[in-house]
């Protein structure tokens, strides 16, 4: 099935340091949304990315959709303790995907104070 | 304005038996998805309803049902419990008639299958 990959898994920083994640994707999607997810608890969405080349911002957040429509990083700001979680990607393509995200495998962040 | 409320938080079954977990959207919202997040798999989509009707599917075994009704919330049932359906399930809703918009999780029903 349709995969897409995302990396790194796992990241352990400092706090205060920025952090960068990436998607990529053998196909084309047309919407790309970015997901933060606790333990226990379902993904909170951060930010969503509607064309090719936007770059999109929240807060200390930054995302964008890639040129080719097959790629999206984020990027997060001078990290503080709050932002350890799972962080997911997620694809959709238009037309009969209907309520049908592709998921990234997701990536563990771990922050140091 | 309240968020994506899943009910039960929690529950234990034994395997052969049957459950079925509640979705409440987003007031206004009236396609919600269906999500099964498993370690070894991650987040899989099992199906999705808009104005009752499911108009998308994934590729789960057809133990996996879901409904909508016409206040647009959902449930999904499970029949004939496996212990590898043990796993997390998230509803989401979305605003979309059409692909291409957010969707927002609940919290997720946490399924046991002993």
Known sequence: GQQLNQSPQSMFIQEGEDVSMNCTSSSIFNTWLWYKQDPGEGPVLLIALYKAGELTSNGRLTAQFGITRKDSFLNISASIPSDVGIYFCAGQRWGTSYGKLTFGQGTILTVHP | ?114
């Open chain 2, 1 to 114: 304005k309240a968020g994506v409320t899943q009910t039960p938080r929690y529950l234990i079954k034994t395997r052969g038996q049957q459950v079925t977990l509640s979705c409440s959207p987003i007031s206004g919202h009236r396609s919600v998805s269906w999500y099964q997040q498993t370690p070894g798999q991650g987040l899989q989509f099992l199906f999705e309803y808009f104005s009752e009707t499911q108009r998308n599917k994934g590729n789960f075994p057809g133990r996996f049902s879901g409904r909508q009704f016409s206040n647009s919330r959902s449930e999904m049932n499970v029949s004939t419990l496996e212990l590898g359906d043990s796993a997390l399930y998230l509803c989401a809703s979305s605003s979309a008639r059409t692909t291409g918009t957010e969707a927002f999780f609940g919290q997720g029903t946490r399924l046991t299958v002993v």
